[in-house]
């Protein structure tokens, strides 16, 4: 399963994860980063530790509902094309 998805080479960064800390991000001299949201013009909508968070959690459910063979291999950290939610969550109108 590991070789059926793309395994790109960051340049700059490096990003690593346990079970218990989650995600970790690093500058590619060992630098502490951030992980983030960004739109397609470049703007960034949130950023830290919570979207590394929200990241894991997503990752871990999506594992564990495949290990549990629930079918739901999709797993969103809020309901996908809510624009309410996402307008409250950054603070204005969605599109």
């Known amino acids: 399963m590991k070789d059926s998805v793309p395994n790109p080479q960051l340049q700059a960064s490096r990003i690593s994860a346990t079970v218990s800390e989650g ?4 500058t590619g001299d060992g630098k502490p980063a951030r992980l983030a949201i960004i739109d397609d013009q470049g703007n960034v909508i949130e950023a830290g530790a919570d979207v590394a968070w929200a990241a894991w959690k997503v990752c ?5 509902n495949f290990w549990e063979g629930l079918g739901h ?3 969103h ?5 809510d624009l309410k939610l996402a307008a409250i969550l950054i603070g204005k109108k969605a599109a």
């Open 60 to 64: 871990i459910e999506v594992q564990e």
């Open 73 to 75: 291999l999709v797993v």
């Open 77 to 81: 950290s809020s309901p996908p094309g």
């Open 23 to 26: 995600f970790t991000v690093t």
